[in-house]
């Protein structure tokens, strides 16, 4: 709630007081993109597969319109117009993601490929010659598919993958980048790469697999962090974390029951990757909840693995500061009951709420996001 309420904060000001500076001196504005989204050259220069690249090309109709990002913004062949358009828009940090498998074709570290390394040094020395600060993020969505193939954030050895992948990255690029990030958005991984299945690798386990995704994930996670600090902070001196997301969970009514719902819903899809790195173990609400259903639906065991003392410790207080994407906000009515158990577990079930968004919305609040942003850019330009 508290990072809900900065949020609000910097709206209010920016909307109520049209006279004054919008953000204080110290404020740093950035722009972000992502290596499949921009980059194009999909096969160029001895890149290997994704997990975007095999699945828009083996089953295209996944996109309604069967484009993919074979050549996108052609970012690759562009590095200085990008870095053109970068400077004009004045930003202080631009963040963009290492495709895994254009620096390692086939996602292991003893193949490196030098074009690809080529192209990221280019892009680096050209952001740091005209004072942007280059923002790093290892993963993006973009998963090697040889990876995929050998299951992927299932296969607990994607913990050693991460970290070889990590330690290359970081010896190749890392005297010239401070910020790091190692895996963006990991809810999206784990929930809907491994849990929903609207995303690659499309495993739709409906709760089944997905948390054990989000163990191996963040040990993938901390393994990184580790290497980095013990093999290179030093020299280096950057800093890392991971870029969570959640959508902003409010009541659905003044009810008690409404208003406790709204945190069990921040805790599964935030508190499950956020608590174990800054406080340490999994929240207890997510335990208790995961372990009812668990026995409901006749396991003999929680679907939710335990964390070992050793794997609390290792993940706990990997992270030098706090990322967070986050794009809309749902309203959360609580469930009142166990529902019955069916054939597939979901994590709304395992919460035991349901959520919904207003349809007056529209009419208000983006209304009022639109007069702020007019109004914003009033001041700026």
């Not at 909307?15 to 992502?34: I, K, M, Q, R």
């Not at 074009?115 to 973009?142: C, R």
Request: glycine share 6%.
């Amino acid at each position: 709630m508290k990072v809900i309420l900065v949020l609000l904060v910097v709206i209010a000001s920016v909307c109520s007081t049209p006279d004054s500076t919008p953000f204080p001196e110290e404020f740093l504005f950035g722009v972000s993109t992502a290596a499949y989204q921009i980059e194009g050259g999909w096969n160029q220069d001895g890149k290997g597969e994704n997990v975007w690249d095999n699945l828009t090309h083996t089953n295209p109709n996944i996109i309604l319109d069967h484009s993919n990002g074979d050549v996108a913004c052609d970012s690759y062949n562009r590095i200085k117009q990008d870095v053109d358009i970068l400077n004009n828009l004045d930003v202080d940090h631009y963040r963009f993601s290492i495709s895994w498998s254009r620096i390692l074709p086939t996602g292991f570290d003893d193949n490196i490929n030098e074009a690809g390394v080529s192209y990221y040094k280019n892009l680096i020395k050209e952001l740091n010659i005209v004072g942007i600060q280059p923002m790093v993020t290892l993963l993006h969505f973009d998963l090697p598919q040889k990876l995929q193939d050998m299951g992927g954030f299932l296969n607990e050895s994607i913990v050693d993958w991460f970290g070889n992948y990590a330690r290359v990255a970081y010896r190749l690029f890392g005297d010239d980048v401070k910020l790091w990030i190692t895996i963006n958005e990991p809810m999206t991984v784990c929930h809907y790469g491994y849990g929903t299945g609207n995303m690659p690798p499309l495993i739709k386990s409906e709760g089944i697999l997905e948390y054990q995704c989000v163990r191996n994930l963040l040990k993938a996670h901390a393994r990184a962090y580790h290497i980095y600090d013990e093999e290179f902070r030093n020299k280096q001196e950057g800093k890392l974390s991971m870029s969570f997301n959640t959508n902003a969970f409010l009541p659905g009514s003044d009810n008690t029951k409404d208003i406790e719902a709204t945190d069990r819903a921040q805790q599964f899809e935030l508190g499950v990757y956020a608590h174990p790195i800054y406080i340490g173990d999994w929240p207890e609400i997510v335990k208790t909840r995961v372990a009812i259903r668990s026995k409901l639906e006749g396991r003999n065991e929680s679907r939710l693995p335990t964390l070992t003392p050793e794997e609390i410790k290792y993940i706990h207080g990997t992270t030098d500061f706090f990322g967070l994407n986050t794009y809309t906000a749902e309203l959360v009515i609580d469930l009142g009951e166990e529902p019955p158990v069916g054939d597939h577990p979901t994590r709304e079930h395992d919460a035991l709420i349901t959520t919904f968004q207003s349809d007056k919305w529209e009419n208000t609040t983006v209304s009022v996001v639109k007069a702020c942003i007019k109004l914003f850019l009033t001041n700026i330009i």
